[in-house]
C-alpha cells in the first residue's frame, strides 16, 4: 500500500525546536519530490516547505531562516526540523508526495499536530 | 505570491442536486508552452487529510467518481458536482501549483440543504 505516516508532533515551547518525520511506503521514495502543508484546526491549508527528488529546497516565508527540510532516501523518510517555534507555527503538519510530471500533490499522510505553548 | 479566492465560503445543496464552486487565481495559470492549467481540486473530509480530486484543472485522479469534474481556465476554474451524495459533504480546496509557494484557496464548506 502506498503510504506516508508522519510523526514527531507534540508540545513545545515558544522558542522551541522540534523535528517532524515522515515515512514512506509502497512506492519508490527517492523518485518522487515532496511537501509539507499545514494546518491550523477549523482553518485552511498552508504550503510551508517542498524538497524535490534532486534536493532543490523552498520554504514559505512565514518559515524560511527558522524550518528546514530534508530527506533520507536511504531510510525512505522525509523531515522538517523546525526552531524558534512560534504560537503561529501550532497547527496539524501534513506530509504529501508530488504526483510526478505533474506537481499536484496525489498521497498525503494522517498528519501529526505540533503545539506550541508555555 | 500566486493569491487563489474560492467562493462561496459555503454551499448547502440538496441530495441529487448540482454543485458549483469557484476559484479565481490573482494571475494567469496557464502554461502557455503546454496549453496546461496548473490547477487542483482537493476533497478534505472531516477529521481527514485533504484527497487530490482532479488536476490540470480537468483531469480527475484514479478512482474519482466521474460526477465530479473540473472546468476553467487561465484565472477562472471550476468544480462541478453533478449529483450530490451524502459522502460529498467536506470542505473543497484549490490550489496552484504554477509557482512557489504552490498557494490554496481558503476553503468551500459543503453541506446538504
Known amino acids: 500500500e502506498v503510504q506516508l505516516v508522519e510523526s514527531g508532533g507534540g508540545l513545545v515551547q515558544p522558542g522551541g525546536s522540534l523535528r517532524l518525520s515522515c515515512t514512506a511506503s509502497?512506492?519508490?521514495?527517492?523518485?518522487?519530490?515532496f511537501h509539507w502543508v499545514r494546518q491550523v484546526p477549523g482553518k485552511g491549508l498552508e504550503y510551508v516547505s517542498a524538497?524535490?527528488?534532486?534536493?532543490?529546497?523552498f520554504y514559505a516565508n512565514s518559515v524560511k531562516g527558522r524550518f528546514t527540510i530534508s530527506r533520507d532516501n536511504s531510510k525512505n523518510t522525509l523531515y522538517l526540523q523546525m526552531g524558534s517555534l512560534r504560537a503561529e507555527d501550532m497547527a496539524v503538519y501534513y506530509c504529501?508526495?508530488?504526483?510526478?510530471?505533474?506537481?499536484?500533490?496525489?498521497?498525503w499522510g494522517q498528519g501529526t499536530m505540533v503545539t506550541v505553548s508555555s | 505570491d500566486i493569491v487563489m479566492t474560492q467562493f462561496p465560503d459555503s454551499l448547502a445543496v440538496s441530495l441529487g442536486e448540482r454543485a458549483t464552486i469557484n476559484c479565481k487565481s490573482s494571475?494567469?495559470?496557464?502554461?502557455?508552452?503546454?496549453?496546461?492549467?496548473?490547477l487542483a481540486w482537493y476533497q478534505q473530509r472531516p477529521g481527514q487529510p485533504p484527497k487530490l480530486l482532479i488536476y490540470?484543472?480537468?483531469t480527475r485522479e484514479s478512482g474519482v467518481p466521474d460526477r465530479f469534474s473540473g472546468s476553467g481556465s487561465g484565472t477562472d476554474f471550476t468544480l462541478t458536482i453533478s449529483s450530490l451524495q451524502a459522502e460529498d459533504v467536506a470542505v473543497y480546496y484549490c490550489?496552484?501549483?504554477?509557482?512557489?509557494?504552490?498557494?490554496f484557496g481558503q476553503g468551500t464548506k459543503l453541506e446538504i440543504k
Open positions: 504529501a508526495r508530488d504526483l510526478a510530471g505533474v506537481g499536484a500533490l496525489d498521497i
Open positions: 509502497g512506492f519508490s521514495f527517492s523518485s518522487f519530490a
Open positions: 524538497i524535490s527528488n534532486e534536493d532543490t529546497t
Open positions: 494571475q494567469s495559470i496557464l502554461y502557455r508552452s503546454n496549453k496546461k492549467n496548473y
Open positions: 490540470w484543472a480537468s
Open positions: 490550489q496552484q501549483y504554477y509557482d512557489s509557494p504552490r498557494t
